[in-house]
């Protein structure tokens, strides 16, 4: 292709130019592929963090609610009524598991009894959250046998699993006695089997775990249990799960994100931020392409008039600049793709005191097919003005320079 040929000697005779053009493409690539990557890798370590010790969907039994009943011909109004002595449950929570686990992509389910009291040791005494599970279960939302730091992670009929926080303000230690009094008004003394330490203040602070079977009674649960909660093999997928089961089962059904709201404003925030970034990176390819283009076109107008006198179209002097563009977008493109995939690789190599990556980059979600195209074309469009102007000069007046 001759016009091809042009372009390309064009490009050609002024190596420092385009080296400068090849280089502003590819840096503009470059701060994209790296905004694009630290964006993603920010928002999956953020849900991976959240839902890593959290479940990804929860069932609960609806609140029920008083009915008042009208009296012929009296208006009446009132709030409803809650009854806080009679405690919600699910009953029929082994149907339940069974018609989770048909629901296909759960990970793990976790039947269990919870609920708020008081941990007591002598004069000392700490409010809680207790969670009541099986023993097998234990790790299916939280793993917290792996955070064991004193003792044993069995949970047998008498025993309890804290926080390091919660026994250290009580001052436990392994085999010792705590007596728990819990929200419905029943107590017993519980023997401290583990020590746990994952690193969460609300869970290291508050929660204490024992056998669901011990939680029966100290709850007023002879048959069900108050919640059950689910693990995902994707958790993304948590608002489509929450919608079935609740339609499965009729029970109040809570998806992750629903929980973390805050969570989710800020990912959205952070995602619009990243993509004003980006849109800065291209218009500034756009920009550079179409200046030096422009500057191009102006000193080779006795050669384009030249050109036009030997018969030579208006529409092959455009598509020459236009080719200019389509080289400089590919070429540039690609070296940017490729220099950022290695910075991206590069910094998430580092790691940090911790062990992790320094910087939640990930590399894998570059956006680098988005980023090429967008290139190519945006370069492709900056060459659209110089193109146009190309093709209007008139020969007398180029020759005449």
């Not at 502003?24 to 701060?31: D, M």
């Not at 790790?139 to 919660?166: F, K, N, Q, W, Y």
């Not at 283009?293 to 092959?316: C, H, Q």
Request: glycine letters at 10%; charged letters at 15%.
């Amino acid at each position: 292709m001759f016009a091809f040929m042009v372009a390309r000697r064009y490009l050609a005779s002024n190596p420092a130019q385009t080296a400068l053009l090849l280089a502003g493409v590819a840096l503009g690539v470059v701060v994209f592929v790296f905004i694009t990557a630290l964006i993603e890798g920010l928002a999956v370590r953020l849900t991976d963090e959240v839902t890593s010790n959290s479940a990804h969907v929860s069932l609960e039994p609806d609140i029920q609610r008083g009915r008042i009943l009208a009296t012929p011909g009296v208006r009446s109004e009132g709030p409803a009524l809650v009854s806080t002595f009679q405690r919600q449950q699910i009953r029929q929570w082994r149907a339940v598991v069974d018609q989770i686990r048909a629901q296909g992509g759960v990970a793990g389910i976790s039947p269990q009894i919870t609920g708020s009291g008081f941990l007591l040791r002598g004069e000392a005494v700490q409010p809680v959250s207790v969670t009541g599970l099986e023993p097998d279960g234990l790790d299916v939302i939280s793993p917290i046998s792996t955070h064991i730091i004193a003792g044993t992670a069995v949970l047998g009929a008498d025993g309890v699993l804290v926080g390091e926080r919660l026994a250290d303000e009580l001052g436990l230690g392994t085999d010792q006695p705590v007596l728990l009094r819990t929200d419905r008004g029943a107590e017993r003394l519980l023997t401290v089997r583990g020590i746990f330490r994952t690193g969460l203040e609300s869970l290291d602070s508050r929660v204490l775990f024992l056998n669901l079977q011990t939680a029966r009674p100290l709850f007023r649960l002879p048959e069900g249990v108050s919640n059950i909660e689910i693990k995902l093999d994707r958790p993304a997928e948590a608002v489509a799960v929450a919608r079935a089961l609740k339609e499965a089962t009729g029970l109040r059904s809570t998806p992750w994100q629903e929980k973390n709201e805050s969570l989710d404003d800020a990912l959205r925030a952070q995602g619009q931020t990243g993509r004003l970034i980006q849109l800065f990176s291209l218009v500034s390819i756009i920009i550079g392409v179409a200046s030096a283009l422009v500057l191009s076109a102006y000193r080779r107008r006795p050669e384009i008039g030249i050109m036009r006198a030997t018969g030579i179209s208006s529409g092959f002097i455009a598509q020459v600049f236009i080719l200019q563009g389509l080289i400089i977008g590919l070429v540039g493109g690609a070296i940017g793709c490729l220099v950022g995939y290695g910075l991206c690789q590069g910094l998430a190599s580092i790691a940090g005191p911790d062990g992790r990556p320094a910087l939640p980059i990930a590399p894998e979600r570059g956006g680098y097919l988005t980023v090429f195209v967008l290139a190519t074309l945006g370069a492709v469009a900056a060459s659209a003005w110089p193109a146009r102007s190309a093709s209007k000069v008139d020969p007398l007046d180029a020759i005449q320079l």
